[in-house]
C-alpha cells in the first residue's frame, strides 16, 4: 500500500490523538506513528489491519440488492400462491464465503440498516459454499427484463429458479409440487 504525504500526515496526527486518549496502548501508538512519519511501506498493512484493501463498487453494491430484492419477489408471489394451495420454498441460497465474501459482507451490511429483506431471515447471510453469482446474474438478467418482476407467477418463478439451476448443474429442474416429473 502506498500513502501520501498528506495521508502519512493525517494519520500521524491521528495516532497522536488517539495515544492521548489510550495512554495504555500509547507506547504501541507511538511506534505505529513512527512507521507512518518515516514511510515504512512495509508495516502499513499491520497498522490498520480493519481497513480491506479491496472494494465492492457501487454497481457491485446495485447487483447485491438487485438480487436480493429479486429473490424477496420470488418469494412474495409464492406467499401469495401458498394460499390457493401451490407451494414451494425460495430461500435465498445466500453467498460463497470464499469467493463472494464482499457480496455478502454487503448484504449483510445493508440489511442491518432497516427492515429491508427482513422476512427473508438469515439466509441473507448464510454461506452457500459454492459461487452464486453467475447463477443469479442469469436470473437477474431474466427478471430486469420480465415485464411482471414485481408481480410473478408460480409458474415465472418456477422458471426463474430453473433458469439458476442450469447454471450450477446443467440438468437440474424445480418442478412444481405434484406434477408428473416429481
Known amino acids: 500500500m502506498r500513502l501520501t504525504r498528506a495521508e502519512r ?12 486518549y489510550f495512554p495504555e496502548e500509547k507506547e504501541i ?5 513512527e512507521a507512518i512519519e518515516h514511510g515504512f511501506e512495509r508495516e502499513y498493512d499491520s497498522i ?6 479491496d472494494t465492492l463498487s457501487a454497481a457491485g453494491c446495485d447487483e447485491v440488492v438487485e438480487i ?3 429473490y424477496w419477489q420470488m418469494g412474495r408471489a ?40 427482513a422476512d427473508m431471515g438469515d439466509s441473507v447471510f448464510q454461506n452457500a459454499r459454492k459461487p452464486m453469482l453467475p447463477s443469479y446474474r442469469v436470473m437477474l438478467d431474466e427478471w430486469r ?7 410473478l407467477s408460480f409458474e ?3 422458471d426463474l429458479l430453473n433458469l439458476g439451476s442450469r447454471v450450477l448443474r446443467p440438468q ?11
Open 48 to 53: 490498520i489491519p480493519f481497513i480491506e484493501s
Open 9 to 20: 500526515w493525517i494519520i500521524s496526527n491521528q495516532l497522536r490523538i488517539l495515544a492521548s
Open 68 to 70: 436480493l430484492e429479486m
Open 172 to 182: 437440474a429442474l424445480v418442478t412444481p409440487p405434484g406434477s408428473a416429473d416429481e
Open 156 to 158: 415465472d418463478v418456477l
Open 78 to 117: 409464492c406467499r401469495k400462491q401458498s394460499e390457493a394451495g401451490m407451494e414451494i420454498d425460495v430461500r435465498f441460497p445466500g453467498w460463497d464465503g470464499d469467493s463472494e465474501y464482499k457480496q455478502r459482507s454487503y448484504a449483510r451490511y445493508y440489511c442491518k440498516q432497516g427492515d429491508r429483506f
Open 29 to 33: 501508538l507511538e511506534y505505529q506513528r
Open 145 to 151: 427484463d420480465h415485464p411482471r418482476k414485481y408481480s
